[in-house]
């Protein structure tokens, strides 16, 4: 199963994931959203993912995970990925800009907002 | 006589004339040429039997994606941060080369990655990628 970008990344969006992908899979969404479906988070096409793992560290956040490491609350992301399949027009390689590495505090805390307690 | 038509007859079955305009110095030097027939029917026949692989002749590229082993399929260990980089470039070079397949194979008791980028039947390159040093060694 490919790796999942999660809810964690919303609006936080490190991107260190986009430039270590061998294979460019880690994508935004750029198309139109009137019903709001797609959140400002990244997205890994599940098919074009090789499951390298690559990316799963570089994520300051711990918001990519395995797809069958993705918590129960967190198992629409699953599905939220897959949509880069059925839209390729809409999804694209980011432009990578550096962002500040979050703190620890920050990290656990961004998890506590999305229900994720460790 | 008869067999003389009937022989000139044979010669020019199945030709067809084809006349075309080039600048005044390819005209003279065509014209030293013994048999100009001859030699442009060859040099056309050598130029149209070695199209370009890329577009095969069409002048469009028409490659499709470039299928990359799946690391979990393959069995291969988790890419490491100094193998990603180097890896994406082959990826890249694939790419760029209209390769169609980009194939990874563990090399048994180490943490090598044997690759081999390819189009179609026709390999690229090949080499193994150290994922230790992030280094590619080809053959």
Redesign the interface.
């Known amino acids: ?1 490919a790796f999942v970008i999660t809810r964690l990344c919303r609006d936080c969006v490190d991107q260190s994931c986009v430039s ?5 899979c880690i994508l935004e969404f750029r198309g139109e959203d009137p019903h709001r479906e797609f959140p400002n988070q990244l997205y890994i096409n599940p098919e074009e993912c ?5 990316c799963e ?2 994520c300051p956040w711990e918001a990519i995970l395995e797809g069958e490491d993705v918590p129960d609350i967190f198992k629409d992301d699953i599905a939220l990925n897959a949509r880069t399949v059925e839209r390729p027009n809409d999804f694209a390689v980011p432009e990578v800009i550096d962002k500040i590495v979050p703190s620890p505090e920050q990290v656990r805390a961004n998890k506590h907002k999305w229900g994720l307690n460790e | 006589m008869q067999t003389l038509i009937s022989y000139s007859k044979m010669l020019y079955m199945n030709r067809t004339r084809v006349t075309f305009r080039v600048d005044p110095k390819l005209a003279a030097a065509l014209r030293q040429v013994p048999n100009q027939t001859r030699f442009v029917e060859r040099a056309l026949k050598d130029a149209l039997g070695k199209s370009c692989p890329l577009c095969r002749g069409t002048g469009r590229l028409v490659g499709g994606a470039l299928r990359v082993s799946d690391f979990r399929e393959a069995a291969l260990p988790r890419l490491e941060r100094a193998a990603a980089v180097p890896l994406k470039g082959l990826v890249r070079f694939g790419k760029r080369m209209q390769a169609t397949d980009l194939e990874l194979e563990g090399r048994p008791g180490g943490q090598d990655v044997e690759f081999r980028i390819a189009r179609d039947e026709e390999t690229l390159l090949s080499g193994r990628l150290d994922t230790n040093r992030g280094a590619v060694h080809l053959n």
């Not at chain 1, 270590?20 to 460019?24: A, E, F, K, R, Y």
């Not at chain 1, 090789?50 to 690559?54: K, L, R, S, T």
Request: net charge negative; charged share 25%; hydrophobic share 40%.
């Open positions: 199963m270590i992908c061998p294979v460019d090789i499951d390298c793992g690559a560290p570089e």
